[in-house]
């Protein structure tokens, strides 16, 4: 698995130096008021792909939120596309503000990944799961509870970025990908899990602990 550089991931160099050198060249022809949008949106662009350290809480059990944003979902329900049984679907949505790149909620083996080609609807509807662009990871525990957890593009996000392969040995908080431009992530937990947050809560990326796993 790769492990990008902080405190900007390695995905954002071309779009910032893309933006960085085209706001140089407008400034050096005496076009101030473009060079001085093109330096508002490289800010924004260097914004985007900050990728910040983070303090992985050391508790048992603890399932961390993938992604930093607000939880617009947490209901349980029968999902039989990923893992084949009752669980908790908990969905965070990230605006353009948010810090994109995702964490790993658990600690286990990949045994999955499955990712699906498709549209680009607002990613807080409920358009974007049955349509999106989006890639799937099965984890395991060490304990051999599964998860899973799905990156979901958004309106304007057009790439899903995922580090992970088959079989990694997956290490709770580290940073396994990132969804440009806005989207969201679901997690499905086992239905026994004892869920800590609630709908409407903002969380932070492999720092927010959303539940924790029945052993």
């Known amino acids: 698995m790769k492990s990008p550089q902080v405190p900007v ?8 130096f893309f933006f960085a050198f085209t706001t140089l060249i407008f400034a050096l022809v005496g076009c101030s008021w473009v060079a001085y949008t093109g330096l508002a949106v ?3 662009v260097l914004c985007f792909f900050r990728d910040p350290e983070r303090f992985i809480p050391a508790k048992e059990h603890a399932v961390l939120a993938p992604a930093d944003g607000k939880v617009i979902y947490v209901e349980k329900i029968t ?3 990923y893992l084949q049984q009752e669980v908790y679907k ?9 810090v994109h790149v995702n964490r790993l909620p658990l600690s286990g083996t990949v045994k999955k990944i499955i990712y699906k080609p498709g549209k680009f609807h607002s990613a ?3 358009k974007a799961v049955l349509y999106n ?3 799937t990871t099965i984890l395991e525990s060490e304990t051999g509870k599964k998860i899973a957890f799905v990156q979901v593009a ?7 970025v995922n580090w992970l392969e088959l079989e990694d040995k997956a290490v709770r908080g580290e940073r396994f990908g990132l969804i440009r431009f806005g989207s969201r992530v679901d997690i499905y937990l086992p239905a026994d899990t ?5 709908k409407g809560q903002k969380v932070r990326g492999g720092e927010t602990i959303i539940g924790y796993l029945n052993i």
């Open 194 to 198: 004892e869920i800590a947050i609630e």
């Open 90 to 98: 908990i969905s965070i949505f990230m605006n353009v503000f948010n």
């Open 9 to 16: 991931t390695r995905e954002g160099y071309p779009f910032i």
């Open 124 to 126: 807080d509807s409920d």
């Open 133 to 135: 662009e989006n890639c």
């Open 42 to 44: 490289t800010t924004f």
């Open 154 to 160: 958004g309106l304007i996000a057009r790439r899903i």
């Open 79 to 81: 999902d039989d596309e």
